[in-house]
């Protein structure tokens, strides 16, 4: 595709549900990011990947997050057991090489509803 | 701890006007400061970003100035036009493109 595409787009889990976000990258770019932009903030840093390769999980907020990118193209980030503070907007962004200078696309995001 | 801080965290301009933001680090190890321009329901999408080498770059009408000794930089839109209307984000490389990024400032531009 032309950008990075996520979904679902919208998704309302009840408390404790299990959730999957998918991220599909721009074709060929080896860097992918999660981060997690709550209502009015600016995204924080989730995780990092290089191809495969999950380079800094550091932003990860719990043991109850965890990100994949098992064949270095589609990345899925899977929350379980959600919580209310896990609401927010969940933005993939891709990078064509990895390193600062390269503009890094962001997605749409997935926006997280937990009831 | 919020390693960039961004001010204003909004303002109201009218066409035409000058909009300034302003964004203020404290890690010397930053070395990549791009601003990112957010319309709602929609992803940050980069408008023009500056390496710590360069005090002042300029993209039509989207300049950005850089202080390294004082640790602050700044995003002019000049003739500021109702589309221009949005959330902007600065931010600051702290490894391989992992940003930290500001809190936000709300532009709006009234014709």
New interface residues.
């Given amino acids: 595709g032309a950008g990075?595409s996520q979904s679902p787009r919208y998704k309302v889990a009840k408390r404790g549900q299990d959730v999957a976000l998918r991220c599909d990258p721009i074709s060929g770019h080896v860097?992918l990011?999660w981060y997690q932009q709550a209502l009015?903030?600016?995204?924080?840093?989730l995780t990092?990947f290089?191809n495969e390769a999950q380079?800094?999980k550091s932003g990860l907020p719990s043991d109850r997050f965890f990100a994949e990118r098992p064949e270095g193209s589609v990345s899925t980030l899977k929350i379980q057991r959600t919580q209310q503070e896990d609401s927010a907007v969940y933005?993939c962004?891709s990078?064509l090489r990895?390193?600062?200078?390269?503009?890094?696309?962001?997605?749409?995001?997935s926006w997280l509803t937990v009831v | 701890q919020q390693q960039v801080k961004q001010s204003p965290q909004s303002l109201i301009v009218q066409k035409g006007g000058i909009s300034i933001i302003n964004c203020a680090y404290e890690n010397t190890a930053f070395d990549y400061f791009p601003w990112y321009q957010q319309f709602p329901g929609k992803g940050p999408a980069l408008l023009i970003a500056i390496r710590p080498d360069v005090s002042e770059k300029k993209e039509g009408r989207f300049t950005i100035s850089f202080n390294k000794s004082a640790k602050q930089f700044s995003l002019h839109i000049m003739d500021s036009q109702p589309g221009d209307s949005a959330t902007y984000f600065c931010a600051a490389n702290e490894n391989w493109g992992k940003f930290q990024f500001g809190a936000g400032t709300q532009v709006v531009v009234t014709p």
């Fill in positions: 990075v860097s990011f009015g903030q600016g995204p924080e840093f990092y290089q380079l800094d933005l962004a990078s990895q390193g600062a200078g390269n503009t890094i696309y962001f997605g749409e995001g």
